[in-house]
């Protein structure tokens, strides 16, 4: 938590980060504008604990077609391909590659390779990469497809073949608990008891840890009252579809980017009103 924050349109507001990787990041430009942050993280980011089946795809590599969904996965990607000496084989393979990406973090990882994405999809969602792909002529293309724990990977395979496409998956990552139940219960109690004014989720494994410990601690009732008592932001369509699925209220999130930058300023311009 800050201490001193910053005057600004956030100052005398509360919010509370979920975040893991870049949390640090996002502290700051909510305490820039005068907030007061609570971090807790909920999930920590792993190497998959079997790495053969990542070691065998990129031994695959190079594709016709690369679909990246997460910028995380592709730094992932090449961390194994360090490790197992073939690098330099994998940024040729990813130059060579048709590169689609779901949404800007893989462009942002590409762009820091020196590469860029030949197309995104129209919307940052499994519906809106098929909606792209859906123009392509895939027809005997070999797709190697980079997945997230969590997404909806028969549905893409699927698809992928009946385009006529060769799809390979690979899922380079994975999602652990990150701090420890206790920090999550208290983060529940001070929002019930309306300490929190924003809780900001930038992932839906954040929301799935949050209810998971709620059921264990037998909180549940508790968090309903505490993310009605307070305003609930997400970053991008995926995670806010998430929460209303589960039957809570997103009421802050960006409009078109869905980063952290648009984030921060959807937060201020909610909380200016």
Same mark, same amino acid.
């Given at each position: ?107 942002? +990882?590409? /762009?820091? @390779? ?5 197309? !995104?999809? &129209? ?5 809106? %990469?098929? #909606? *792209? ?73 954040? +929301?799935? /840890?949050? @209810? ?5 601690? !037998?909180? &549940? ?5 505490? %993310?009605? #008592? *307070? ?43």
């Amino acid at each position: 938590m800050s201490h001193e924050p910053a005057i600004g349109p956030l100052s005398g507001r509360r919010i509370a980060l979920p975040e893991t990787r870049e949390l640090e990041r996002l502290a700051r430009m909510l305490e820039a504008e005068g907030a007061e942050t609570l971090r807790c993280p909920m999930v920590a980011i792993k190497d998959t604990p079997d790495p053969l089946p990542v070691q065998e795809w990129l031994r695959r590599f190079p594709f016709d077609d690369l679909i990246l969904y997460t910028g995380e996965g592709l730094r992932r990607l090449q961390g194994f391909a360090h490790r197992l000496d073939v690098e330099a084989a994998f940024l040729d393979g990813l130059r060579i590659a048709r590169k689609i990406t779901r949404g800007p973090k893989p462009e942002r +990882v590409l /762009r820091e @390779l020196g590469l860029k994405s030949d197309l !995104r999809a &129209e919307t940052p969602t499994t519906e809106g %990469l098929i #909606a *792209t792909l859906s123009a392509l002529d895939l027809r005997g293309r070999r797709v190697g497809v980079q997945l997230y724990p969590g997404v909806p990977e028969a549905r893409l395979n699927g698809f992928l073949q009946d385009m006529g496409a060769q799809p390979d998956m690979v899922l380079p990552y994975v999602y652990t608990s990150a701090v420890e139940e206790r920090r999550v219960v208290e983060l529940i109690d001070q929002m019930a008891g309306g300490g929190i004014d924003v809780i900001a989720f930038t992932s839906s494994p954040q +929301v799935e /840890r949050l @209810l998971e410990v709620a059921k264990a601690t !037998r909180r &549940e009732e508790t968090l309903q009252a505490a %993310l009605q #008592a *307070t305003a609930i932001a997400a970053v991008g369509p995926v995670v806010a579809a998430d929460l209303q699925r589960r039957g809570f209220n997103v009421s802050i999130a960006p409009e078109h980017s869905y980063f952290m930058k648009p984030l921060v300023s959807a937060i201020v311009a909610a909380l200016s009103r």
